[in-house]
C-alpha cells in the first residue's frame, strides 16, 4: 500500500472511531464554571484515545501508540478537528513537552517512570518563566543548590498552564550565575506534590482559570531528576520548546477553518446565502477564508519540509506570526457578527477551540497566541534578524 | 490543461532558470521610465523564439501540452525583474481557446506560434458588446494583433482581428511606464475570426488571469522586500544602520510574512487550477486578493523606508509601488474580486456540514 492510500485508510479509520467513540454531550461536560466536570470529561476522552492508540502517534514505535509518521500524525489531528472532538488540553504538556524531552534526553529509568504515568493520565505543566524572565528566558533566577543526592530548589514561576492540575512540571532552574545567563540553567523534573511548593491559579482576562503561579521554598528534588548535564538545561528547553513540531498549529487552523464555517452558518440563519450579510462582512469572510487556505497550505509545506529534513531557519516563526494575527482577525470577525449578544457573558466550553460559542471569550482568548510561546514581537525579530539577516539586537 | 505524460513533463525549476537568464540578459527595468526605447517588443519576441507561448497549449495544435506549473515561474521571475511585457494575455486567451473546444478555436491557437498572433483578452462589463464597448485601459492592447472579447453577463464571445472594420486601438499613457496599455472601442464589430460561448472561456481566463497577477505580485514584493532591506542595511543614521531599528525591522518581517502567506496560497491555487480542481476559480481569486495586497503594502512601505531618495524618479520604489497598484486592481478591484466570490466561499459552509 502506498504512503498516501495508508493515510486515506488511517483517516478512516479514525472517522469510524470518531463516530463510534465521541461522546456527543462532551460540550455539556466541559463548562467553564464546572471544573471538575472538564477534569473527569478530559480524562475519559485520553483513556479512549490511549486505548485507540490515538494519543501518541509521535512517540517511538517501542511505545503503544507511537511510530506514526508526521504525516500520519497530521491526519490524525486533522480528523479529530474536523470530527469537532474536544481538544487534549489537560495532557497537551504531557504528551508532547514532557514525553518527547523525556524521550529525547531524559535517561531509561526517567523514561520507564514517566512514559507509562503518562499513558494513565500523569499531567505534566511546564515551569519555565518568572516574573523577571518572560521572552528574556534565559533571564531566570529560580535557584538550585546542590546537596548530596538532591537540589534544593527556592524562587517563584508564572504562567504554568495547568499548573493547579499538574502531578509532575518540567522546571528550569539556575545553578551557576557566574558565566553567560544561558549557560548556568539547569533542567528538572519535579514531583508537584513536593514538599515547600505553593500553586495558586491565575485567572485570565476570560477569567478562567488555566495557568497558575508555581512558589517554592527549599523544594528538595532527587538528582536522578536531572534531565541533560547540570548547567546544560538550556539546550533540553529548546528540545522541550520545539517539542509539538507545529502540530498545534495544524489542529488549531483546522479547527478554525470548521468554526468560520459554523459562523458563516449561524449568521445567514444556516443557508450559507451571502444575500443575508452585509457587503462589508462578506468581504471579511472572503478575506479570512483566504488567509485560512493560506495558512492551511503553509502548513502543509513545512511539515512536508521537516519530513524531509529541509526546513529552513525562520519557517516556524512566519508560521507562528501568519497563525497569531489571523486568530486575532478571525475572532474580531465571530464578535462583529454575534454583535451585542457577545457581550453578555452566556458562559463557554472549556478545551474546544474556537467553538466556545461565546466570541468574546474567544476574542479574549486568541490573545494567548499572540503572547505565549514567544511574542509576536520576538517572532518579528527571529524573522528579520534570521531570516532578512538585519542587524542583531544588542 | 494538460496532456503531456508525466515522461514529457518540463520541470517548472529549469522554467524558473530559463526565464532568470533571459530577464537577466533582456530586461531594462528602467527603460519606459526613462524614455528609453520600449524593449518589449523584442523581449517578446524572445520569448516566442524560446517556445514559450506553446508550453500549456495542447499538442494537437502544435503546443506542448504542460501544466500551469511550468508558466508560474515565468509570471514570477517576470514579476521580479518588472519585465515590460505582458506575456500572460497571449497566454490566458490561449487557455481560454482550448477551454473553447471548437475546430476555430484550436486553429486560432495554432495561428499563435505560426502567424505570430499576440492577443489580448477583453471582458466587457454589463451593458457592453461587440456593437458597442468601450475600455480606457487594456494590459498588452498595443502590439496585439487579436482581441479576446467575452461579455460578462451576455453570454457572448469572439475572435476578433485588432483589424477589423469597428475596432479602434490606441496606446495609452498610464502611470506603471514599465508595461504597454491601450484604449479599445467595439462599434457594432460583426467581423470576427471565431464567435466562443463565454460560458466556457470567461472563468478559465479570468482564473488564469487572477494567477498570473497573483504571481507577477508575489515576484515583485519579494523583490521590493529584497531591495528595501538592502537598502536599509547600508543607509546609515545616529551611527548605525537604519535596518537595525527595530520599528523597521518589525515592519520588515510582517512584509516577509504577508508575502509568504500569500505565496502558499498562489501556489496551492495554481496547483488545483493546474488540474482544475475543487474551488479552482475561487482560489485563484482568493490568491490575487493576498498576493497584490502584501505586494500593495510592501511597494507603499518601501517608499517610506528608503526617506527622502524614495520620493524620487530616479530611484526604484515608485516603479514597484505603481506596477502594484494596477496589478491589485486592472480587471476588477480587491473589493469587486471579493464581491465576485463571496456567494461561493459562503457556500463551502453548507458542504462542511456533515
Ligand atoms: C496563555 C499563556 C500560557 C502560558 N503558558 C506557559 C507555560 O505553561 N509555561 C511557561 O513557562 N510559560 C507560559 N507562558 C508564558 C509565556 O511564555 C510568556 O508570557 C511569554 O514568553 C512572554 O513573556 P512575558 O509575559 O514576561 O512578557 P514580556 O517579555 O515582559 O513582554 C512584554 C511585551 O514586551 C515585548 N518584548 C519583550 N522583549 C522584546 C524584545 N526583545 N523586542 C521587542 N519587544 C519585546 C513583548 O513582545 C510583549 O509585547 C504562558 C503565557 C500565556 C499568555
Redesign the interface.
Known amino acids: 500500500m502506498s504512503e498516501q492510500d495508508a493515510i486515506a485508510c488511517l483517516r478512516i479509520e479514525i472517522r469510524e472511531w470518531l463516530a463510534q467513540n465521541l461522546p456527543g454531550n462532551w460540550r455539556e461536560r466541559q463548562r467553564g464554571d464546572d471544573v471538575a466536570g472538564f477534569l473527569a470529561m478530559q480524562r475519559e476522552w485520553f483513556g479512549k484515545l490511549v486505548e485507540a492508540g490515538y494519543a501518541t502517534p509521535h512517540w517511538p514505535s517501542e511505545w503503544p501508540g507511537g511510530g506514526r509518521s508526521l504525516a500520519e500524525q497530521i491526519a490524525l489531528f486533522e480528523e479529530l478537528a474536523r470530527g469537532g472532538a474536544p481538544r487534549m488540553s489537560l495532557f497537551f504538556v504531557s504528551l508532547y513537552h514532557a514525553a518527547m524531552t523525556l524521550v529525547e534526553c531524559g535517561t531509561d529509568a526517567q523514561r520507564a517512570r514517566h512514559l507509562p504515568a503518562i499513558l494513565k493520565g500523569e499531567v505534566w505543566c511546564q515551569g519555565f518563566s518568572e516574573p523577571g524572565a518572560g521572552s528574556d528566558l534565559a533571564a531566570l533566577r529560580t535557584r538550585a543548590e546542590r546537596k548530596g543526592d538532591r537540589y534544593i530548589v527556592s524562587g517563584q514561576k508564572i504562567w504554568s498552564t495547568l499548573g493547579h492540575f499538574a502531578d509532575q512540571c518540567l522546571l528550569l532552574v539556575r545553578t551557576d550565575s557566574s558565566g553567560p545567563k544561558q549557560a548556568g540553567i539547569t533542567f528538572l523534573l519535579m514531583d508537584m506534590k513536593s514538599k515547600g511548593i505553593d500553586v495558586r491559579p491565575i485567572r485570565q482576562v476570560t477569567g478562567d482559570e488555566e495557568f497558575a503561579e508555581i512558589f517554592l521554598d527549599e523544594v528538595e528534588i532527587p538528582v536522578e531528576n536531572l534531565v541533560g548535564k547540570e548547567n546544560e538545561g538550556w539546550k533540553v528547553a529548546q528540545v522541550t520548546l520545539s517539542s509539538e513540531r507545529g502540530l498545534t498549529l495544524v489542529e488549531l487552523t483546522e479547527r478554525m477553518a470548521?468554526s468560520?464555517?459554523?459562523l458563516?452558518?449561524a449568521a445567514?440563519g444556516g443557508?450559507?446565502?451571502?444575500a443575508a450579510?452585509d457587503?462589508s462582512v462578506?468581504?471579511t469572510?472572503?478575506?479570512i477564508?483566504?488567509?485560512i487556505?493560506?495558512?492551511?497550505?503553509?502548513l502543509a509545506?513545512l511539515m512536508e519540509n521537516r519530513i524531509a529534513g529541509r526546513e529552513a531557519v525562520g519557517d516556524a516563526s512566519?508560521l507562528k506570526?501568519?497563525y497569531s494575527?489571523l486568530s486575532r482577525d478571525f475572532t474580531a470577525l465571530g464578535l462583529r457578527l454575534q454583535g451585542f449578544a457577545a457581550m453578555r457573558d452566556t458562559g463557554y466550553v472549556l478545551g474546544a477551540g474556537y467553538e466556545t460559542g461565546n466570541w468574546m471569550f474567544d476574542f479574549l482568548n486568541s490573545y494567548q497566541y499572540n503572547i505565549a510561546g514567544g511574542s509576536n514581537?520576538i517572532?518579528?525579530?527571529i524573522?528579520?534578524?534570521r531570516?532578512?539577516?538585519?542587524?542583531r539586537?544588542k | 490543461m494538460t496532456s503531456a505524460t508525466d515522461a514529457m513533463r518540463i520541470d517548472p525549476e529549469e522554467m524558473r532558470d530559463a526565464a532568470r537568464r533571459l530577464l537577466a540578459d533582456k530586461v531594462d527595468r528602467r527603460a519606459g521610465w526613462e524614455g528609453r526605447p520600449d524593449a518589449g517588443k523584442a523581449l517578446e519576441a524572445d520569448m516566442g523564439e524560446l517556445g514559450w507561448f506553446q508550453l500549456t497549449a495542447p499538442e494537437a495544435q502544435g503546443g506542448l501540452g504542460q501544466p500551469f506549473d511550468v508558466l508560474a515561474p515565468i509570471y514570477e521571475e517576470m514579476g521580479k525583474s518588472l519585465a515590460p511585457v505582458w506575456l500572460s494575455s497571449t497566454m490566458a486567451a490561449i487557455d481560454a481557446l482550448n477551454a473553447a473546444g471548437t475546430a476555430d478555436a484550436a486553429e486560432a491557437i495554432t495561428a499563435v506560434f505560426e502567424q505570430g498572433w499576440r492577443i489580448a483578452p477583453l471582458i466587457l462589463p454589463s451593458g457592453q458588446s461587440l456593437a458597442r464597448a468601450s475600455l480606457p485601459m487594456v494590459p498588452g492592447v498595443p502590439g496585439a494583433t487579436h482581441l479576446l472579447v467575452v461579455e460578462e453577463a451576455g453570454g457572448a464571445g469572439a475572435l476578433v482581428a485588432a483589424t477589423a472594420p469597428g475596432v479602434t486601438l490606441a496606446e495609452v499613457e498610464t502611470w506603471d511606464l514599465g508595461r504597454a496599455y491601450g484604449s479599445v472601442v467595439l462599434s457594432e464589430v460583426g467581423d470576427v475570426a471565431c464567435r466562443l460561448d463565454a460560458a466556457q472561456v470567461l472563468p478559465v481566463l479570468r482564473a488564469h488571469g487572477e494567477l498570473a497577477l497573483a504571481w507577477d505580485s508575489i515576484g515583485g514584493a519579494a523583490q521590493c522586500l529584497a531591495e528595501t532591506v538592502e537598502y536599509m542595511l547600508g543607509r546609515q543614521q545616529f551611527g548605525r544602520a537604519i535596518a537595525s531599528f527595530q520599528a523597521l525591522k518589525h515592519r520588515a518581517a510582517d512584509h516577509k510574512v504577508a508575502i509568504e502567506l500569500a505565496r502558499s496560497l498562489v501556489v496551492r491555487a495554481s496547483d488545483v487550477f493546474a488540474v482544475r480542481g475543487e474551488d479552482w476559480q475561487v482560489l485563484a481569486t482568493q490568491a490575487r486578493i493576498l498576493a497584490c495586497e502584501a505586494y500593495a503594502a510592501m511597494a507603499e512601505d518601501s517608499i517610506q523606508l528608503f526617506g527622502g531618495v524614495g520620493f524620487t524618479w530616479e530611484y526604484n520604489p515608485h516603479l514597484f509601488l505603481k506596477r502594484a497598484l494596477v496589478n491589485q486592481i486592472i480587471g476588477g478591484s480587491p473589493d469587486e474580486l471579493r464581491d465576485r466570490v463571496a456567494a461561493d466561499v459562503c457556500r463551502r459552509a453548507m458542504a462542511s456540514r456533515t
Do not use: F, H, K, Y
Not at chain 1, 443557508?271 to 451571502?274: A, I, K, L, N
Not at chain 1, 487556505?293 to 503553509?298: K, Q, V
Open positions: 470548521l468560520l464555517w459554523r458563516v452558518l445567514t443557508t450559507g446565502d451571502t450579510l457587503v462578506a468581504r469572510v472572503v478575506d477564508s483566504a488567509r487556505e493560506a495558512m492551511r497550505a503553509m509545506t512566519i506570526l501568519a494575527r514581537e517572532q518579528r525579530n524573522i528579520s534578524e531570516v532578512l539577516n538585519m542587524p539586537e
